[in-house]
């Protein structure tokens, strides 16, 4: 089986459907989505829409997809972020907000793969730091999992005395060759708003039969997304940002 791993799509359709380009349906089976699929970005009900159609296996929920659909307050967002999910609650159809609130917390196991948001043990919390891996890493309930939320693709494992970090090549594609008696937390990176320097679309392609993953990067439309979000009046920063994936 093979498996299309997006998280953090965040309401960016030019990067989504660059995305949904490349990985071409003939090379995934399953579509799996690890939450924030709206949020900062300007185009939050085409975003739905468009995750809607690809009939993903499993979608869990992020933090910006509860606020943005009224399930939670934005306590704890910062203003940007705060404004983006007033603004995004306000243009989602009742349609798509329906949608949005149905959504299920991570964590989910999905076949022989976990998924979550944030982390296996809350779906609000970072992973950033090896030492939150590792903690992580103890109550997976899988030997794979996927996780979002810090837009940084990254992998981190552990064997029963080793831990390290795999820290993906910033030009290729990194291949990770799974390797029986590890456990792995992997996060492919945020679609449509990168944090790790590289402003370029991630994502992540699993394949169960080979036991392999691949973090993917892909260029899109970066400056039709950002004049989207000054035209529709969200913060200038959040179109900032995407042209430096930071
Ligand atoms: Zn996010």
């Known amino acids: 089986m093979r498996y299309l791993v997006l998280s953090d799509i965040h309401a960016n359709l030019e990067a989504l459907e660059a995305v949904v380009a490349i990985a071409r349906p003939q090379d995934f089976d399953r579509v799996l989505i690890l939450g924030d699929i709206v949020g900062y970005g300007a185009d939050p009900n085409a975003v739905v829409d468009r995750v809607r159609s690809l009939h993903a296996h499993a979608i869990i929920r992020g933090n910006h997809d509860k606020v943005a659909s009224g399930v939670e307050s934005a306590e704890g967002f910062n203003q940007a972020a705060r404004f983006a999910a007033m603004w995004t609650l306000e243009q989602l159809t009742p349609d798509n907000r329906d949608f949005l609130t149905s959504l299920p917390a991570g964590p989910l196991v999905v076949d022989d793969v976990e998924i979550c948001h944030g982390s296996p043990d809350d779906e609000d919390e970072y992973v950033f730091e090896p030492v939150d891996a590792i903690e992580s890493l103890r109550g997976t309930q899988r030997p794979l999992c996927f996780f979002g939320h810090t837009h940084v693709a990254i992998g981190y494992w552990m ?27 992997i996060n492919p990176g945020s679609v449509g708003q990168p944090r790790d320097g590289d402003p370029r679309a991630a994502f992540g392609i699993f394949d169960s039969a080979t036991n392999k993953v691949l973090l993917r990067r892909v260029p899109y439309d970066v400056s039709s997304a950002q004049a989207k979000i000054v035209k529709a009046g969200l913060p200038e920063g959040l179109a900032r940002r995407l042209g430096v994936g930071k």
């Open 159 to 185: 064997s029963a005395d080793t831990f390290d970090v795999i820290v993906p090549a910033s030009e290729a594609d990194t291949e990770i060759e799974l390797v029986a008696e590890r456990r792995y937390m």
